[in-house]
């Protein structure tokens, strides 16, 4: 639940639109309640200008952690992926739909929580200042977390995965989340479908 702000991140958007200055009043966003057990707001990192955001769901436990996103098995998954997509690390920037670990703990365990449709909207600022600066040519949306901000609760990346959508001035290509690779029962056709996605996007730019 939203308690701390009835605009969620909107008033800590700072006036200045770059990334080191959305990176700092990030770092104090209080739009939702998620802050108060995460260790750190997770920013988006990559290039000012990168012809690629890739967007997935929120920080997980090792992000959490570490300060950066996609460093968990999910991340090795996808630098795999990028790189077989023929798509350059130095040309994507890299981001969560929700900037803060969203867990229940369970032992000394912190178990992975899908954020709510309040909490997603709450952290949307963040996304727009972030389409806003880097202004790339595609958007690679990573899960359903992901595809409800960008395109819309309607939105199913079973159904429309591997197309080409209009998202403002850039197209939108999504895929499953690189962890759902991890979970399913047959990974290889799992990574395979993935792939076949990331190539999708590439060919896209």
């Known amino acids: 639940m939203v308690k701390d702000g009835n605009n969620g991140a909107a008033s800590f958007v700072p006036d200045r639109l770059d990334l080191a200055s959305l990176r700092t009043a990030a770092a104090g966003c209080r739009g939702c309640d998620l802050y108060r057990d995460a260790t750190r707001t997770v920013f988006g990192e990559g290039p000012e200008r990168a012809r690629f955001m890739l967007v997935g769901e929120q920080p997980g436990d090792q992000e959490d952690r570490r300060g950066h996103p996609f460093v ?62 880097v202004r790339p040519e595609v958007v690679v949306v990573l899960g359903a977390t992901a595809a409800r901000a960008l395109l819309g609760p309607s939105f199913r990346v079973t159904r429309h995965r591997g197309e080409a959508v209009p998202l403002g001035e850039a197209v939108a290509v999504a895929t499953v989340h690189p962890s759902a690779v991890l979970r399913a029962p047959d990974r290889d056709a799992a990574y395979a479908d993935f792939l076949a996605d990331l190539k999708a996007a590439a060919h896209a730019a």
Do not use: M
């Not at 795999?80 to 997509?85: I, K, M, N, S, V």
């Not at 899908?114 to 727009?128: G, S, V, Y």
């Open 72 to 133: 968990g098995p999910a991340g090795r998954v996808l630098d795999r992926g990028l790189e077989e997509a023929g798509i350059a690390r130095d040309e994507v920037y890299l981001t969560n739909a929700v900037k803060h670990f969203s867990f229940t703990p369970r032992g000394k365990r912190r178990i992975h929580q899908k954020p709510t449709a309040a909490e997603i909207d709450a952290c949307h600022p963040w996304l727009d200042a972030e389409l806003a600066v």
